[in-house]
């Protein structure tokens, strides 16, 4: 199972959400890809996640994941618990120091839900945290020094011992996401 895991109030139908399903649909049409809409609290988040997951293992199949800012961080702690390969993309590296500007009252615009951050959320995703990567060789990061959310330092620091493609300016999207497609795909499901 290829496991897609969207960022913070973001969707399966964002840029990099359409593009990787378009891709794995054309080039590895046998790879079950799954990209569910996250509940938008991290334990409900981590809950449905560790349920697929969970699912996958029971029918015998490898993990992948492909994790995008907030879904990078919850992506660095399943390939690290339950294994697997995980490409984390722009990653958060510690979201609980960014949630205080974000609690009150939120919108996803890809799913037009209107919800509540709490201070019990920042508790919630903390404890996902992988404060030190043990299985380097499970992840490929791809990194843009112009993400305009995220210190792109802090994950190049944590993943130093990782694989990693760091391109200067891009943003917060990542600029240019469908060029990467073969050499995440590589990374994936090329035996090593």
Same mark, same amino acid.
């Given at each position: 199972m290829l496991l897609y895991i969207h960022g913070f109030n973001s969707s399966p139908h964002s840029d990099k959400g359409v593009v990787?399903?378009?891709?794995?649909?054309?080039?590895?049409p046998a790879i079950n890809l799954v990209q569910p809409q996250?509940?938008?609290?991290?334990?409900a988040a981590m809950a449905l996640l560790t349920e697929l997951v969970d699912q996958a293992l029971a029918r015998g199949e490898r993990l992948g994941f492909i994790g995008s800012s907030l879904g990078g961080y919850f992506a660095s702690y399943l390939a690290e618990h339950y294994g697997g390969r995980a490409v984390l993309v722009n990653p958060a590296v510690k979201p609980f120091e960014l949630f205080d500007e974000f609690l009150g009252p939120q919108y996803n615009p890809y799913t037009e839900e209107d919800y509540q951050i709490?201070?019990? &959320?920042? %508790?919630e995703v903390a404890q996902y945290d992988t404060?030190?990567? #043990? &299985?380097?060789?499970?992840? %490929?990061?791809?990194? +843009? #020094? @112009?993400d305009e959310v995220?210190?792109?330092?802090?994950a190049v620091n944590k993943y130093q011992c990782c +694989?990693?493609?760091?391109?200067? @300016? @891009?943003? &917060? #999207?990542?600029? @240019?996401?469908?060029?990467?497609m073969p050499g995440i795909c590589d990374f994936l499901f090329l035996d090593k």
């Open positions: 990787t399903a378009k891709y794995i649909a054309k080039h590895f996250l509940p938008a609290t991290p334990k709490l201070p019990e &959320h920042k %508790l404060p030190a990567i #043990s &299985h380097p060789d499970r992840f %490929l990061v791809l990194l +843009q #020094s @112009g995220l210190d792109y330092r802090q +694989q990693m493609l760091i391109e200067a @300016g @891009g943003d &917060h #999207s990542f600029v @240019g996401y469908e060029q990467q």
